[in-house]
């Protein structure tokens, strides 16, 4: 049971962090990344 609760949390705890890291992408990037391709889709 040890192992497998370590597992599951282990899997949930990288599961959070590559969330945390797409919102943060996201956030920074990709706000960036649409302003580019709007402006180069009027352009």
Known sequence: MSTVAAVVLTAVAMLVLV???????????????????????DA
């Open 19 to 41: 969330a945390l890291a797409a919102a943060v992408t996201i956030v920074v990037c990709g706000l960036d990344v649409e302003d580019v391709d709007l402006g180069g889709d």
